[in-house]
Every structure is written in C-alpha cells, then in structure tokens.
C-alpha cells in the first residue's frame, strides 16, 4: 500500500511539472490563454511607469492604452495627474524617491540641479542606436541640453502658434481690411469698439478681449510687432532682460492707449482664459490676440450664439520698424527623463528608449495622437480629421497625446486637417511664423539666483507692467520697479546669465 501510495505521489508531481513547462513554452512562444499565437500583451514582458499631466476632467479610457501596449509590447503603468496638481506631486515624489522611472519633469530649479549631480540618464550616447529617436531635431534638442548634455526626449510643438483672431463680419460690415501694422490693428480696435460692428445699435462691443497672462495673452506678441526681445535680448554684447529695452516701453504705451480709450477690456489683468473667451463667443469683443488654434472653439462656441459669425486668423502685423517678428517657445513640451533611482541599469534604459522609439513609429504616433482611425478619426487627402465628438475625444484620446515623441516630420504621423477654413489657415501661418522668430537666447543658459529667486523677480515687473498698462503707475514708476528689480537679486541675475554664456 504504502510502495501504492509513493507511486502515485511522484506521477502527479511529475504531471504539475510537465504541466508548468508546457504552459512556460507556450507564454514564451508568444500564445495567449487561450493557446493562439499574436494573443494580448505578454505578461511577462516588463512594465514601464510613466507619470503625466492630466488636462482633462477624468482619467482617460484605457482602450487606446491597450492598443498602445499591443503595438509596442509593453505593459504601462500610467500615473496621471491632475495638471494644475502635477508639479507638487513631482516635487513630492522626487524629494521621497519614490519616482516613476519616466518623468515629466521641468528643466530649471531643484530639477536642474539633480540633473547636474547625475540622478538622470544621460541619453544621447544611446540615441543612435534606435532608428526613430536619432531622427529627432537637433535645433529642438539643444534647447534641452544641460552644461551641453542630453538628458531626455521631447513632444514637439510649433515653434510660435502666435497670432490675431478677428471678427470679419465685423471687419466686412466697417470696411476694414486685414491689418497689416500696429496702427491699422489700433484703427481696427478702435472701430470695433466705436463704430456699431454688429449693427445692434447699442454701444455694447470692445475691440480687444485679453487676460492676465503676458506671455500667452496679447503683450508678448504685440511686443514682437515692436521688435522687443523674447524675454532676453543682447545690447551692446551684454545681455539684459527685455523690459530694459526700449521697445519693450513702445509695448506698453501701445497698449495703454488701448486701454485708456476703452478698445480693451478694462479688467483684463484679473481676466482668466475662459472669461477671456467668452467675450468672443458672445459678441463682445472682435479680436484675441493668442494660439490661431483657438479659432475652431471660439468659432463652434460662438456661432451657436451667433449665426453670421465669421472668423478670421492673421499672423502678420508689422510695427513701427517696419518689419514682422514673433517671439519663439523652445520648440518641446512634456520633456521625459529617466532617473536612476528607479532605472537602475543600463540595460532597464536601454528597454525604455527601445519602448519610446517604437512610439515613433508612423502606426502609433497616430494611434497616442489621434486614436483609432475610423473611430476617432478619418484620413481625407492624406491628413486627418478628427470626429466632432469632442466629449469622446476629451475621453478617450487627449489624454494620451502627451505620451507623443517627435512631431509629424519625424514621427511620420498624420498632420490634421480642419473642416474650419480658418484653422486650417492657422496651420499654415505657424509655419510662416517660423520664418520670422525671436528666439530667447538664456533657454540653456543658467543663474543660481534667477532660480531661487525668479517668482519674487518676476512679480516685480509683471505687476509693473500691468500698472503701468492701466495707469497706475508713469513711467518714473516703472523705471523706479526696474531698479528694485535689480536690488532684489537682477543684478546679480544678469550677471550670472552674461557668465554662463
């Protein structure tokens, strides 16, 4: 009994052994539970964690991440949070160590520094070994180096998507024609604001709807029509920050003017974005000075209030010296990093950049960009053209488009194309723009000062130049905010900047 007993102890040992080797061939041979070959993602295979900002509402529908981990053969652990939240977090996981070993993360501050003292991969002695990443722009990648090193990849962007949106039924009703200089965009604010453009009889239209935003409102592109530098400029081989320069002072008496006589909304300091928006949407103002891409909301938005509203982009306006420039981003967004303190080795880098090189390919750029074709979008001539359900793109694709690496002329995804004429002519005017960029010349450049005090310096001159916007302060005012500027820690700002050259 007991000899019995033995026997069938070791045949159904024997049985779980062969049983465990035969499902460990098939998981290696690629077959799914169900025995067929292709099947799901592998689940042996290595996961990856990335944490990224969140701009929408909820957290997005995991379908595309699973057609994203089909394509590439890659589980993810994808960390979203909330945008306005993301930079505590960051800072929160990173002062913990407990980091994704993909992070979204700035380069300027603590981050810089830890970058400096080798907490981060350093990446581009690896980037000729993959296909797709060595194909990434090296204009755009020098605006991300550190003491001259490179240290992530990067979501392309227009390098300046700067311009006017206008009202032209109200152009057309005042027989205005497309400005071409400040003082015809001055002309234009003025009778859109003076002049009855919708024809209601009631003295109820401004010409200019802008907000508390000096980089991405109206200033910073006015600022270019007048030649200012893009933040930075250099004088007499020293550089100095842009509101030292005269036409930075042509900006604001231009656009004091604006705002004494009443062609500008007069609380646009305290305005936000959306409020800003609204005054187009509702008839209110007839001009936004901002991304030419905000045409298709404004439009959608607008002419469900305003049947005969028709919209018009234009990039071109050229001021006082005769001449049309427009200030420049560094060309990245979403800069992605890898920290050594969670991709230990060489080879866990190795697998990540292999990871993000096949997101450069043509099917998946599409897929992270645009979603599924005929389900979020078509391809008509080449482009494509998303659904109208904006609802169910917000849901199921944006979210994603922050995991894009490369732009269309080198991640071979579809470039849009928009049933709006006027945001299709948008895109053609970011590419005229880049022919005439002011480029900012610090974007590489580093000040130990400027990074533990630039919150401090910079409200010092955003407030000014809002003061000096609304008539708060003159110009001994302002002159009087540069000086405290400067005894705040700018001297030693420009200083540092000129020494980093």
């Excluded at 300027?108 to 520094?113: A, L, V």
């Excluded at 980037?127 to 204009?139: F, G, I, P, V």
């Excluded at 004091?256 to 500008?264: A, E, S, T, V």
Aim: net charge negative; hydrophobic share 35%.
């Amino acid at each position: 009994m007991k000899k019995k007993l033995t026997i069938l102890i070791l045949f159904t040992l024997f049985g779980i052994i062969l049983f465990a080797c035969s499902n460990n061939e098939s998981a290696s041979n690629g077959e799914d539970d169900s025995g067929s070959e292709g099947g799901t993602v592998n689940k042996d295979l290595n996961e990856i964690s990335i944490l990224a900002p969140l701009h929408s509402a909820e957290t997005p529908d995991p379908m595309l991440e699973e057609k994203i981990e089909e394509l590439t053969e890659v589980k993810l652990d994808l960390q979203y949070v909330p945008a306005n939240n993301y930079q505590d977090r960051m800072n929160t996981a990173f002062a913990t160590s407990s980091m994704p070993e993909v992070a979204n993360i700035p380069i300027e501050g603590n981050f810089k520094e830890a970058i400096r003292d080798g907490q981060f991969w350093e990446i581009e002695p690896y980037l000729d070994e993959y296909e797709n990443l060595q194909k990434l722009k090296d204009d755009i990648l020098d605006n991300m180096r550190v003491d001259g090193k490179l240290y992530s990849l990067y979501q392309g962007r227009p390098l300046s998507r700067q311009g006017i949106i206008y009202r032209k039924d109200w152009a057309d009703n005042l027989g205005l024609d497309t400005p071409q200089t400040t003082e015809e965009f001055f002309e234009m604010m003025k009778q859109f604001t003076e002049n009855d453009p919708d024809g209601n009889g009631v003295d109820d239209t401004i010409g200019l709807a802008d907000r508390g935003d000096l980089a991405y409102g109206s200033f910073n592109t006015i600022a270019s029509w007048f030649n200012a530098p893009n933040e930075w400029g250099e004088q007499d081989g020293q550089l100095l920050p842009a509101f030292m320069f005269p036409e930075y002072k042509e900006t604001l008496d231009f656009m004091r003017d604006l705002h004494k006589n009443g062609y500008i909304n007069q609380d646009f300091p305290v305005t936000s974005k959306p409020d800003q928006q609204d005054m187009i949407k509702s008839g209110k103002a007839g001009a936004y000075i901002g991304c030419m891409c905000d045409v298709s909301q404004l439009y959608s938005d607008g002419v469900a209030l305003n049947p005969d509203m028709e919209l018009d982009v234009h990039n071109q306006i050229k001021g006082p010296h005769g001449e049309y420039q427009i200030w420049a981003i560094p060309g990245y967004n979403h800069p992605y990093f890898f920290p050594k303190s969670t991709v230990e080795t060489e080879e866990e880098l190795k697998e990540i950049l292999s990871f993000f090189d096949k997101m450069m390919e043509p099917e998946v750029s599409n897929t992270v960009y645009w979603g599924i074709e005929g389900e979020h979008y078509n391809v008509e001539n080449g482009k494509a053209v998303s659904i109208e359900d904006s609802g169910k793109l917000d849901r199921e694709v944006i979210p994603y488009q922050t995991l894009e690496i490369g732009e269309p002329e080198t991640n071979g995804r579809y470039e849009g194309a928009f049933p709006l004429e006027a945001r299709e002519k948008a895109e053609k005017l970011f590419k005229d723009n880049e022919n005439y960029l002011i480029k900012n010349p610090i974007i590489t450049l580093d000040s130990e000062t400027y990074d533990l005090k630039s919150e401090e310096l910079n409200t010092i001159i955003i407030d000014a130049t809002f003061n000096y916007i609304i008539g708060q302060i003159d110009e001994q005012g302002f002159d009087e905010a540069i000086e405290q500027w400067k005894s705040a820690g700018g001297n030693d700002v420009i200083k540092e900047f000129n020494a980093s050259k």
